[in-house]
C-alpha cells in the first residue's frame, strides 16, 4: 500500500458519517450533572460567565464542576456542529497526529490500521460519548494531548536545518498542547494519567536517536515543556480568578477546592469504631464530630434522618457489594452541601465555603488536642485515605474494567423523555447544537443507537473485541522482551498502556472508596483511556510480529545454507 491517505480519508468520512447519524444523548433534568453544565454554558454565551451563584435548581451546583466543558459547548455553538461532532473531530485530529507521526516506524500498512481503530474506535459512537456530558470532552482532548505530545517531539528531534515551517509548527503546538492541557485541567480534576502518558511519549520520542541530539535540541525541547506548564497553570488560574471576581471564592470548584474538600478529607481521617471502609463518612464518623464541632451539630437534624433521598441515592451503587443500604456512601457530599443550604438559604458562595471552613477548622482543632483521633486525610471529599480502602474491592473493580474494556460493553443508557415546551427542553436546545431528537425515540424512550446504527456499532464492537486478544497477548510477551524496552515504538506501546492502565486503577480506588461496583464494563471515567489501550496494544503487536518476523526468516535462512554453505 503505496498511497495510504485514500484509505485514510474512506476511514474518516466512515467516522464521519456514523458519528452525525447517531443524535446526542440528552438527561433533559439532570440537575446535578448534564442540565447544570448546559445552563452554565447558556450563562457563557450570553456573557454572565457562570451565572448567578444559588440561581440553579441546585442552589450550590454553580461552581461544584469546572467549566471546561460549558465552555465547549459555548465555544461550538457559532459553528453549528453537535458536541459530539465537534468532539469526535478533536477526537480525530488527535488520532491522526499520533499515526502521521509514526507512519516512518509503522509503514503505510500499519499506519493505516492504528488510524482506522482509533477512528472507528467502539466507545466513540458508543452512548457514553453521545452523551452531553464533560467525559465527552475529556475523551476528545486525552487523544489530541497524546497526539500533540509525540508530534511535537519530532519536530524538535528531526535532523536537518530548522525551516520557517517546521519552527511555525513547532510554535503552535506548543500552544495547542498547552491550551489542551489547561482545557483538561478545569473540565476534570483526575486527568493526571493523561498528562503523564503525553509527557512520556514525547520524551519517548525525543530519546530516539538521542546521541544525535545537541545540546540546543534539548534546551528547544525544555523550553516547549515549560511554556505547556505556563499554559496548563494558567487556564485553572484565569478561572480561579475570575471566579473570585464573580463569587469570591478564588477556586477552580468548590467541590474539590477550598473549605469543603478540606472539611470533608479531615472528616474521613477521624478513627472511630465503627466505622466502615465502603463508607467515606460513616454515622460514626459523623457522631464523633458532631461532639467537637458546633457548625456540624447545626447540620445533624438534617443529615441524620432515614429519608434522606441521599441514602436511597447511596443505596443504587451498593447493591453489588453485600453492604446493608442504610447509609450515604459517596452522596454525603451531596447530602451536607444541601443540609448547609438548607441551614444557611441566603448563603453566598464565600459563605458557602466558609461554613465547611469552620468544619475543617474545628476537626483540625480536635485532632490536633486529642478529642478526636485522626488519621491520614481522604484522597477527597467522596474517597476515603488509602487505609480505608478495601485492596480486593480496588482489585475487583480493576479486573471488571479490563474486562469490560476487552469486550467493548458499556452498558446501557436510554433516552430520557422529553417535556416539549418546557423551560428546560428550550434552553437545551437553545444552548446545544442539534440536541433536538427524533420524536419517535424520545416518544419511544430507546438508546440513541437503536434508530439504524445498532447493527453498525455491534459489529465494529465484535470485530475490535476480536482483535483485543491476540494484540493483547502480544504485548504481554513483549514485555518481557527486550525489544519491546529498547525499541521506540515498544515504549510508545508501554507509556500508552501505562496511562490506560493508570486511569483504570484511578476509577477502580474511586469506586472502591465510595461503595460502587459497576461490574464489568467500560465506564464513562475510563471511556476516554480506551484509545491509549488500544494504541499500545497496536504499536506491541508491530513491534512483536517484527520480531516474529526476522527470527523466522533467520530460521529459514539457516535451514538452506546449512553449517557448510549453499
Not at 414 to 428: D, V
Not at 538 to 548: G, N, Q, T, W
Request: proline share 5%.
Amino acid at each position: 500500500m503505496h498511497a495510504p491517505w485514500p484509505a485514510i480519508l474512506l476511514i474518516t468520512a466512515a467516522g464521519l458519517a456514523l458519528r452525525t447519524t447517531i443524535p446526542a444523548l440528552v438527561k433533559w433534568s439532570s440537575p446535578h450533572d448534564d442540565e447544570a453544565l448546559m445552563r452554565i454554558a447558556a450563562s457563557i454565551m450570553k456573557g454572565d460567565w457562570l451565572g448567578p451563584w444559588g440561581a440553579q435548581q441546585v442552589p450550590h451546583i454553580t461552581l461544584a464542576k469546572g467549566p471546561g466543558y460549558p465552555l465547549f459547548l459555548a465555544a461550538i455553538h457559532w459553528t453549528g456542529l453537535g458536541p459530539t461532532v465537534a468532539a469526535y473531530l478533536l477526537y480525530l485530529g488527535g488520532a491522526l497526529l499520533l499515526a502521521v507521526t509514526l507512519r516512518s516506524r509503522l509503514g503505510p500498512r500499519w499506519f493505516v490500521a492504528l488510524y482506522g481503530l482509533l477512528a472507528l474506535n467502539p466507545v466513540i459512537f458508543s452512548t457514553l460519548f453521545s452523551q452531553v456530558y464533560r467525559d465527552q470532552l475529556v475523551t476528545a482532548l486525552s487523544l489530541l494531548s497524546l497526539g500533540l505530545g509525540v508530534h511535537l517531539a519530532t519536530l524538535h528531534s528531526r535532523r536537518g536545518p530548522w525551516s520557517w515551517f517546521r519552527g511555525t509548527g513547532t510554535v503552535v503546538e506548543t500552544l495547542a498542547l498547552g491550551m489542551v492541557t489547561g482545557w483538561l485541567a478545569i473540565t476534570r480534576g483526575d486527568v493526571v494519567w493523561i498528562t503523564l502518558a503525553t509527557a512520556g511519549g514525547f520524551l519517548v520520542m525525543m530519546l530516539a536517536h538521542a546521541a544525535d541530539k545537541n545540546i540546543r535540541t534539548w534546551l528547544r525541547a525544555a523550553t516547549s515543556a515549560v511554556v505547556v506548564a505556563l499554559l496548563a497553570w494558567g487556564a485553572p488560574f484565569a478561572v480561579a480568578q475570575l471566579n473570585a471576581r464573580h463569587y469570591g471564592v478564588p477556586l477552580v470548584d468548590d467541590y474539590s477546592q477550598g473549605g469543603f474538600a478540606e472539611a470533608l478529607t479531615l472528616w474521613a481521617s477521624v478513627k472511630v469504631e465503627g466505622s466502615n471502609d465502603l463508607i467515606p463518612v460513616s454515622a460514626a464518623q459523623r457522631a464523633a464530630v458532631y461532639e467537637v464541632s458546633p457548625t456540624a451539630r447545626t447540620l445533624r437534624d438534617r443529615l441524620e434522618v432515614s429519608d434522606n433521598p441521599w441514602i436511597a441515592r447511596g443505596c443504587s451503587s451498593q447493591q453489588a457489594t453485600g453492604v446493608v443500604c442504610d447509609d450515604y456512601g459517596a452522596y454525603f457530599t451531596w447530602a451536607i452541601r444541601d443540609a448547609v443550604i438548607q441551614e444557611h438559604r441566603d448563603a453566598t458562595a464565600e459563605q458557602f465555603q466558609g461554613v465547611f471552613q469552620d468544619i475543617a477548622d474545628e476537626i483540625d482543632a480536635a485532632c490536633r488536642t486529642g478529642e478526636l483521633t485522626c488519621g491520614t486525610p481522604g484522597l477527597s471529599p467522596d474517597v476515603p485515605p488509602l487505609d480505608r480502602i478495601s485492596k480486593r474491592a480496588v482489585l475487583a473493580n480493576l479486573a471488571g474494567q479490563v474486562n469490560g474494556a476487552f469486550s467493548y460493553y458499556t452498558g446501557t443508557r436510554r433516552q430520557a423523555l422529553a417535556q416539549p415546551g418546557t423551560e428546560t427542553t428550550i434552553l437545551w436546545t437553545e444552548t446545544v447544537n442539534q440536541v433536538g431528537t427524533p420524536a419517535s425515540l424520545a416518544a419511544s424512550g430507546n438508546q440513541p443507537t437503536t434508530i439504524a446504527q445498532t447493527s453498525a456499532v455491534a459489529l465494529l464492537s465484535s470485530f475490535a473485541s476480536w482483535l483485543m486478544f491476540p494484540m493483547a497477548f502480544a504485548a504481554l510477551v513483549g514485555a518481557f522482551t527486550r525489544r519491546m524496552w529498547t525499541s521506540t515504538l515498544g515504549r510508545l506501546s508501554l507509556v500508552a498502556l501505562a496511562g490506560w492502565l493508570t486511569n483504570l486503577l484511578i476509577v477502580s480506588i474511586f469506586f472502591a472508596g465510595a461503595n460502587r461496583t459497576r461490574g464489568d464494563t467500560i465506564q464513562i471515567y475510563t471511556m476516554a483511556s480506551q484509545s491509549f489501550l488500544l494504541t499500545g496494544l497496536v504499536l506491541a503487536a508491530v513491534v512483536m510480529s517484527r520480531a516474529l518476523t526476522q527470527r523466522f526468516l533467520a530460521l529459514v535462512a539457516a535451514s538452506t545454507t546449512g553449517p557448510d554453505g549453499p
